[in-house]
Each structure stands twice: as C-alpha cells, then as structure tokens.
C-alpha cells in the first residue's frame, strides 16, 4: 500500500508561509534596520539574535515546532554576530558570510545525523503537508538526504570562497562570489529534483496537487 504524496495548493501554501517568514526573517532584519542608526552595528545585531534566541526559547518552553527560518536566522545572525565583534577589517567582512554558510552546512549536516532534516523543517515553514504526507517515510528519506546535499554544496562553496578570497583580488572575489551563491542553490534544488524523481519511480508513489482549501486534507491510501 502506498500513499500519495500529497503536494499543497499554492494559496495555502502562502497563508502558512507568511507567519514563520515574519517571525524567522522580517522581524530580525526590521530589529536591525531599525536599531543600526540609533545603536549601531553590534546592538543592532544583538537585538536580532535575541529575537532569534528568544523565539527558539519560548517555542521550545510551550512544546511548539522550531520553524527551520527561525534556526537559519540564529546560525546566520551568531555567525554576523561574531564576526562584528572580532574585527572591523575587510577580510573578516568577507569572511562573514562564509562562515555563516559553513555553518548552515554543519547546521544541516548535524539535523541529517540526529534524524531530523533541517530541509524538511524549512519545507514545513512554507509548505502545509497534510499529515499523512508529513509522516510518509519516503518524504522523510527525501529531505534527509536533500539535507545531506545541502551540507556538502554548502561547504564546497564556503572551500571555494575561502580559496579565491585568499588568492585572487578583491573584484574576482566579489565577481565570483555573486555567481557562486546563485550556481549553488540550482546545483542543490536539481539535484534534490533528480533525487525525489528516482524516489518516487523506484517506489511507484504518486505525487498529486491538493485543491485550495483552510486545510490540506489527507488523500487515502491507494494500492
């Protein structure tokens, strides 16, 4: 028996986005526009990762799910964080993002390990799976090795970046790195295209799209 796998309409999708995206990603950055001028950099990055903390904290406390947006803001804004404490200097300035993305990689790296893929919770932020779809094993396989993916691109592209802000100038430096970003996250979403495509045929689910509705309802199982 084999249950479809069960692909939310796109409104519902949106109306379940918005509220994890508001508070793992607009909140944070309006903390820090906000208080940049009235602060500066280092309060200002401060009030943004104890809005982070202090949502992981209160959610955690109450039994409620940690929205995946809401542990990629902790790890980018720790990693900002850090980086504005130790030094004003244009290597570090550079480095910064590609420390925060070694550590999303480690971050995705570390939920493959523990059995609870970082990807799959990212995809719950924005995505309503019905409850059934949720807990298909095949999904859960899919996003853990989607989140093995994204560790390995992820730290391939922080390698690269190390090498070629070491070795070449800075406008190569930024060149390369505007490209890079972009290269790796279609390499990841292709590749997790590729691997969902051989899931689904080698298991003969059916991935069908769920009608507009409050709720995603759960779709029976079909032999």
């Known amino acids: ?15 379940h986005a918005v509220p994890n995206v508001v508070e793992g990603k607009i909140v944070p950055v309006v ?12 309060w200002a990055l401060l009030a943004a990762l104890a809005w982070a903390l202090g949502s992981m904290g209160v959610r ?27 030094s004003g200097s244009m290597l570090v300035y550079f480095l910064q993002p590609t420390i925060t993305t070694v550590l999303v990689g480690l971050a995705f790296m570390v939920s493959v390990v523990v059995g609870a893929p970082l990807a799959m919770k990212l995809a719950c932020d924005v995505l309503p799976f019905d ?15 989607l ?19 070491l070795t070449q100038s800075t406008t190569t430096f930024v060149l390369v790195k505007s490209v890079l970003g972009p290269a790796t996250a279609a390499v990841t979403v292709a590749i997790g ?13 059916r991935l069908v799209w769920a009608p507009s509705s409050r709720t995603v309802p759960t779709v029976a199982a079909t032999s």
């Open 1 to 15: 028996m084999h249950h479809p796998i069960v692909s939310p309409n796109l409104r519902d999708a949106l109306r």
């Open 31 to 42: 903390l820090f526009v906000g208080l940049l001028e009235l602060t500066g950099a280092t």
């Open 60 to 86: 955690r406390a109450t039994g409620r799910r940690v929205p995946g947006l809401v542990v990629l803001s902790t790890v980018t804004l720790s990693a900002r964080t850090v980086a504005a404490l130790v």
């Open 131 to 145: 409850d059934a779809t949720r807990e298909h094993p095949l999904v859960h396989k899919f996003f853990v090795r």
């Open 147 to 165: 989140s093995a993916v994204w560790a390995v691109t992820s730290l391939i592209n922080a390698s690269i970046t190390v090498w070629v802000l």
């Open 193 to 205: 295209l590729v691997v969902l495509r051989s899931m689904v045929a080698r298991t003969g689910t």
